[in-house]
């Protein structure tokens, strides 16, 4: 079974044509008092399942697995509570990416990259720390793939010139 943002099981009831996904999700109260169902849209648990270990491998680059796997819970949450509105966006997968980008931002502190640009940074740590290919991380950030190799063409990493990698410290940081 598919898992939800909020780490629980999302159960599916099929009634004639339609299909109706629920998941539990415990009420976050200090004494378990109960848990409430939600109904989460299936073009959510769909982006959900498509983004979600590139966004975990990002905020791993920049913070312990614990505090990336809360900036997640917290990014998916918020997405899910405006999830109609994302998706009027005229670019909801960039509408996506900003708002784990500034989850990721408020708990830790940027890597020193060498990039030129907020979006140069981003494409770099996908590209070149979570060893994503340049497609990948044009569907993750919403970016045009053609941008996304400019970005990693024009990029000079610190005291490397014409390297290809941000550097041996920093490509740990991300377990592959």
């Not at 590139?54 to 405006?82: D, I, K, P, V, W």
Request: hydrophobic content about 40%; overall charge positive.
């Amino acid at each position: 079974m598919p898992v939800a943002p909020s780490g629980t099981t999302i159960t599916t009831t099929t009634t004639g044509t339609m299909t109706l996904h629920t998941t539990t999700v415990p009420t976050g109260t200090a004494r378990a008092v109960g848990a409430m169902d939600l109904a989460l849209p299936a073009t959510f648990e769909a982006f959900y399942t498509l983004h979600h270990d590139r966004y975990l491998a990002y905020a791993r680059a920049h913070m312990s697995s614990t505090a990336a796997a809360a900036a997640l819970r917290e990014a998916f949450g918020e997405l899910a509570t405006h999830w109609s509105h994302v998706l009027r966006r005229p670019n909801p997968t960039a509408e996506a990416w900003e708002k784990l980008v500034r989850r990721v931002g408020r708990r830790a502190p940027a890597l020193t990259a060498g990039t030129t640009s907020y979006v140069q940074y981003q494409v770099v740590v996908l590209h070149h720390l979570a060893g994503c290919s340049v497609n990948a991380v044009a569907d993750t950030t919403g970016l045009e793939p053609c941008r996304v190799r400019y970005l990693l063409r024009t990029w000079s990493p610190p005291g490397r010139c014409g390297s290809s990698r941000i550097g041996a410290d920093l490509s740990k940081t991300v377990p592959r």
